[in-house]
């Protein structure tokens, strides 16, 4: 029963309530719950009515006073009171069938959870909802959802998902749209199947169904892909050719609806070898997490720390950051920048992805393993500076199960992890974190 109330926050409405441990949450204000949405949506209100019912079946009604949104402090055996429900797709581009052997159990697991989408922002396609869950979204006006779009020619998005419910879950976004939920897109751009004419009937259909803005990435391939569809990398004409037609499209919409909702990931720039757009073009960087605008952002938040300077000398010992292919040139210019106006002297280095393939090239799949075998035997200063995306969410494992401990041990130096903000970045350089 996932529903049974394991613990209590301490100070909480619900333990000034009275509300005990090991009860069963039945109802919140009449309405059954029966995972985090439920619990989340009807646990908002002000001063709600809690049904509760012992281990021996006896049920008692408790009137929990708080104000509206604040949160009722019960917590549950899982986060969604409920199992996260798997990915029911076989998608040609998935990066998790790409795996290497030897990783955390976790990263093999696929979910398509669309309660994981409301709640921690994760992009799912859609293609597991019952009829009752689609409506339920509508009822509860749960937004945003972030989808996985890819593609709408039916027939295509089947092909790319691996699944004829790709063009039957279609319908959802329509009908999400003409509810009024904040849909946000994501397509992952695939050279030969869903560019061009496809990539460009996705976009339009879109932007009629009321969505509010959508990233464009490309395919990312591992060398991991025996027995997989025949994919090939998006290459730099081809990221060239996306962009300016996703800018065209973008000046349309927002000529028309006041925003471009679609937007290139930095990566795409990258690869095309074009100069990433300036501050203004990103909106409110609303595909910050998908890789849109992320290197603009930092940049931009580094040199208005820089601004703040006086211009003295700073004592700090050397340093080396670590990080992707991609993104060692920017960062390598930013240092450059810190170095002259503060002498703190350092080098950015590169990290090729030898655990996942050369044409891995972003810092967030850096593995341990790879850092200690580039590093090892490199002067590298008194210090090394690793990006945070490198480390599993809110912890300080690799991809490969190494801990940051490992990699000091091996390297001889302290490690400090540097959060995705120029600001950060800056005083981690100056030797202030």
Not at 163 to 180: D, I, P
Not at 209 to 237: D, H, M, N, Q
Not at 241 to 246: G, M, R, S, T
Not at 399 to 420: A, C, F, K, M, N
Request: hydrophobic share 40%; glycine share 10%; aromatic share 8%.
């Amino acid at each position: 029963m996932h529903t049974v109330v394991t613990s209590i926050d301490p100070g909480s409405p619900a333990e000034r309530a009275g509300v005990r441990p090991g009860e069963i949450l039945r109802s919140i204000n009449a309405h059954p719950v029966t995972d985090v949405l439920d619990y989340r949506f009807f646990g908002y209100d002000r001063n709600p009515t809690l049904v509760l019912e012992a281990a021996d079946g006896t049920q008692r009604t408790l009137r929990v006073k708080k104000p509206e949104a604040e949160e009722l402090g019960l917590n549950f055996e899982t986060y969604l009171m409920d199992e996260p429900r798997p990915c029911s797709n076989h998608c040609l581009f998935c990066f998790v069938d790409q795996m290497a052997p030897g990783c955390r159990d976790t990263l093999y697991f696929k979910d398509d959870d669309a309660r994981l989408s409301f709640l921690m922002g994760n992009y799912i396609t859609l293609t597991n909802l019952s009829p009752r869950e689609v409506q339920r979204i509508i009822d509860l006006r749960i937004s945003p959802i972030n989808v996985s779009v890819h593609a709408t020619d039916p027939k295509l998005r089947s092909v790319l998902l691996g699944n004829k419910a790709g063009a039957e879950s279609l319908e959802h976004m329509k009908a999400f749209g003409r509810a009024g939920i904040v849909m946000n897109g994501q397509i992952v751009l695939c050279p030969g199947f869903n560019d061009g004419g496809q990539l460009q009937r996705t976009m339009e259909d879109m932007a009629a169904w009321g969505f509010a803005s959508c990233s464009i990435v490309p395919v990312g391939l591992t060398k991991y892909r025996e027995g997989l569809a025949k994919l090939r990398p998006v290459g730099p004409a081809e990221a060239g050719a996306a962009i300016d037609q996703v800018d065209a499209f973008g000046a349309r919409c927002l000529a028309q609806h006041g925003s471009r909702m679609f937007f290139c990931s930095d990566e795409l720039y990258i690869r095309a070898g074009r100069t990433l757009p300036d501050e203004d073009y990103y909106e409110d960087y609303v595909q910050l997490e998908n890789g849109v605008g992320m290197l603009r952002s930092l940049i931009s938040e580094f040199e208005a720390g820089l601004r703040l300077e006086d211009g003295g000398v700073v004592a700090a010992s050397p340093y080396t950051i670590a990080t992707g292919v991609s993104a060692q040139p920017y960062l390598q210019a930013l240092a450059g920048k810190a170095q002259e106006k503060t002498g703190v002297a350092g080098q950015v280095v590169a990290i090729e992805n030898d655990f996942f393939g050369h044409t891995v090239d972003v810092a967030g799949l850096v593995t341990g393993g790879d850092l200690i075998a580039q590093l090892r035997g490199r002067e590298l200063g008194s210090r090394l500076l690793i990006p945070v995306n490198m480390l599993r969410h809110g912890g300080d494992v690799f991809l490969d199960d190494l801990h940051v401990s490992d990699v000091e041990r091996e390297l001889g130096v302290p490690v400090t992890v540097v959060e995705q903000d120029g600001f950060d970045l800056l005083d981690a350089i100056l030797g202030r974190k």
